[in-house]
């Protein structure tokens, strides 16, 4: 708890993975994908209580023995690929409060990010607590210039975002910056989130809410969906490990 709010983590980890299957708990850096936020949430001072929203029996099992809680099984028409992740977390504080266990604040980490660091978690807490907002995420910078993004159509390639005479020219370092959404860490209020469903965006800014932003390292900010994001997370992994930073 912090400044009597109550907070409860969830950690939506459902079975199916259409890029890299089986990835939430595959082993990285020692322990399943899993683990290594259920370790992590387990570990923060002002979470209440941590939940993982699964459909999936053996990411199940896995997430007892780290000690995190699995108090129902998802279900499956809240773990297809297509399904938003609002209403999955909605379902899990319904079924919460039902039984009689209600809470002020929901955080969520994602199971596919391991190496998100601990302190944006109070980071992100204390930026949508502290200043009153209704929803605030992780964010890092762009890892290429969004200016120089292309689409290629029937009439070759041309800029996607920008008009055909940009000057590509430009160095790097004069674009302004900007940040993608990582997905590894966000909250919520709960309140906020039930009274707006339809409109509530959680890792986005929208229109209808107040949203706050945290800046995080790019290094913690592996969203792990395909194979090559295994290897870029292992060789970080093995990179902390020998104690290079």
Request: charged share 20%; hydrophobic share 45%; with cysteine.
């Given at each position: 708890?912090?400044?009597?709010?109550?907070?409860?983590?969830?950690?939506?980890?459902?079975?199916?993975s259409?890029?890299?299957?089986?990835?939430?708990?595959?082993?990285?850096?020692g322990k399943?994908m899993?683990?290594?936020s259920i370790?992590?949430?387990?570990?923060?001072?002002?979470?209440?209580?941590?939940?993982?929203?699964?459909?999936d029996?053996?990411?199940?099992?896995v997430a007892?023995?780290?000690?995190?809680?699995?108090?129902?099984?998802?279900?499956?028409?809240?773990?297809?690929?297509?399904t938003p992740?609002?209403p999955?977390?909605?379902?899990?504080?319904?079924?919460?409060?039902?039984?009689?266990?209600s809470?002020d604040?929901?955080?969520?980490?994602?199971a596919?990010?391991p190496?998100?660091?601990?302190?944006?978690?109070?980071?992100?807490?204390?930026?949508?607590i502290?200043k009153?907002?209704?929803?605030?995420f992780?964010v890092?910078?762009a890892?290429?210039?969004?200016?120089?993004?292309?689409s290629?159509?029937?009439?070759?390639?041309?800029?996607?975002?920008?008009p055909?005479?940009?000057?590509a020219?430009?160095?790097?370092?004069?674009l302004?910056?900007?940040?993608r959404?990582?997905?590894a860490?966000?909250?919520?209020?709960?309140?906020?989130l039930?009274?707006?469903?339809?409109t509530?965006?959680?890792?986005?800014?929208?229109?209808?809410q107040r949203s706050?932003?945290?800046?995080?390292?790019?290094?913690?900010?592996v969203d792990?969906?395909?194979?090559?994001?295994?290897?870029?997370?292992?060789?970080?992994?093995?990179?902390?490990?020998?104690?290079?930073?």
């Open positions: 708890m912090y400044n009597n709010t109550r907070i409860i983590c969830i950690i939506p980890a459902r079975g199916g259409l890029g890299l299957p089986g990835k939430n708990s595959m082993t990285i850096a399943p899993i683990v290594h370790e992590k949430a387990l570990a923060n001072r002002m979470i209440d209580r941590v939940v993982i929203s699964t459909d029996e053996g990411i199940a099992l007892r023995e780290a000690g995190g809680d699995v108090p129902f099984l998802r279900t499956p028409a809240l773990a297809l690929s297509t992740m609002v999955v977390v909605i379902d899990t504080l319904q079924r919460l409060a039902a039984a009689g266990d809470y604040v929901a955080v969520m980490l994602q596919n990010s190496l998100l660091a601990p302190e944006d978690i109070d980071r992100v807490l204390l930026e949508l502290d009153d907002l209704d929803v605030v992780t890092t910078e890892s290429h210039p969004p200016q120089w993004s292309i290629i159509g029937c009439q070759g390639p041309v800029f996607a975002f920008m055909d005479d940009y000057a020219g430009e160095r790097r370092q004069d302004e910056t900007f940040y959404s990582t997905g860490v966000y909250a919520v209020r709960i309140p906020y039930l009274s707006c469903p339809d509530a965006r959680l890792c986005l800014p929208s229109p209808q706050g932003a945290v800046i995080t390292d790019p290094l913690t900010a792990i969906d395909t194979e090559l994001d295994f290897i870029v997370a292992e060789a970080i992994f093995s990179r902390i490990e020998r104690g290079i930073q």
